[in-house]
């Protein structure tokens, strides 16, 4: 799992643990370019953390792996293009938009709660479809060719992606009790 200033790496390494996986947490490029997966996990706001990948070349050594690598909530939105969050630029790993919600009278946001995944394919599977999992953000990713899960909260969303060796989830899958758990292990079993 790639350390950085997320704010979420110990509630992930806790679910791991429960899952009896052995990980490691680590800064250094030659364990994470020599890892059999790696885990790229993400709280915070989009610009203070992609200059923090930045000063230290993570960013180049994640855009650069080969191996299967999973991005959760943050994680995912910086693996596209841009970020509406203080118009960031981001990773470009998927070609797409972060969008920041639109607050309403029925739509608070940030979002927080548990939504559905509707329309689930490739590492999502078909199980999982109408399963409820854990969401904590105010930025979405919309629904593109890529998407492996949607979810609907003022509008539909991704809720996973998949590009290559590139997995995502803006969801919490280490809060989102049994159904979190089977996302990480198709990521850990089946990537």
Known sequence: MIKYNAGNIRSVAFALERLSVDFEITD???KIQKADKVIFPGVGEASSTMRYLKERKLDQVIIGLTQPVLGICLGMQLMCAHSDENNTACMAIFDETVKRFNADT???????????LIDTRDWI??????????????????????????????EPFSAAMRKNNFYAVQFHPEKSAKIGEQVLLNFLNRA
């Open 125 to 154: 599977e078909g199980g999982l479809n109408d399963q409820f999992v854990y969401f904590v953000h105010s930025y979405y990713v919309p629904v593109n060719e890529f998407t492996s899960a949607v979810t609907d909260y003022t």
């Open 28 to 30: 250094e490029v030659e």
């Open 106 to 116: 029925a739509h608070k946001v940030p979002h927080i709660g548990w939504n559905s």
